[in-house]
């Protein structure tokens, strides 16, 4: 099987990440304020140090996948509404390539593209997410609220939930409750490219449901692939 051609986000410029990380922060902070949280509060509840976190909202150093994950959670909004100028995205139904936001996280090099605005569809957030060999999510599991599911566009990708490891290859896709402690890498030597997505509206039935059944769901589609 022939090897993708990359995707668009290996295209961009250091520029562009670098801008997009700055706004991530800014919006960090603004979503903080707005809820009355010092710097020392939000830093407590993600496990993060005051001074990284500081980093973090000025732009001069960018968030892992778990770090942002945990921040919106203690903020109440969604990874996405880090990304979006609402303004701007509000009446928007079509996100062409060119428009996509895209930010590398930490010194992995996780790249996540944002493939939805916030408008009528808030609370669903879907992400294009590229792993090189050996980037993960981040060094140890987190939980947040809401649900969450992957398909495997190429290559191989790593999810662990609840201590309990899946491989996953092309074709393969996974769903499960966010409450339950999880985090991924890439699975092989090349580049893995994922569809994800995170949708926060009613979880806490999804999460219960989630808890009692104890069950994750991972549907292996490669036997049926041409």
Not at 9 to 23: F, H, K, L, Q, V
Not at 72 to 87: H, P, R
Not at 177 to 193: D, I, T, V, Y
Request: charged fraction near 25%.
């Amino acid at each position: 099987m022939s090897t993708p051609a990359p995707p668009q986000s290996e295209n961009r410029t250091r520029g562009d990440i670098a801008d997009t990380n700055e706004r991530v922060g800014l919006q960090i902070r603004h979503f903080r304020r707005a809820r009355g949280m010092s710097l020392r509060q939000l830093a407590q509840s993600i496990s993060l140090s005051v001074g990284h976190l500081s980093q973090i909202e000025r732009g001069v150093s960018s968030a892992s996948v778990r770090t942002l994950a945990l921040a919106a959670d203690a903020l109440s909004v969604g990874v996405a509404d880090f990304f979006n100028d609402t303004e701007r995205d509000e009446a928007r139904i079509v996100t062409r390539v060119s428009e996509r936001d895209c930010v590398r996280f930490g010194t992995r090099g996780v790249v996540k593209q944002l493939l939805t605005v916030h408008g009528e569809q808030r609370g669903l957030d879907l992400f294009l997410i590229q792993l090189g060999p050996d980037d993960s999510s981040g060094g140890s599991a987190y939980s947040h609220s809401g649900i969450e599911a992957g398909y495997v566009i190429s290559g191989g990708f790593e999810l662990e939930v609840d201590l309990r490891t899946y491989v996953l290859g092309e074709g393969d896709s996974c769903q499960f409750a966010s409450a339950r402690p999880h985090r991924f890498k890439n699975a092989g030597q090349r580049n893995a490219l994922v569809l994800w997505a995170n949708y926060r509206g009613g979880q806490t039935d999804a999460e219960n449901e989630a808890g009692s059944a104890g069950e994750d769901k991972i549907t292996d589609n490669r036997e049926s692939l041409p």
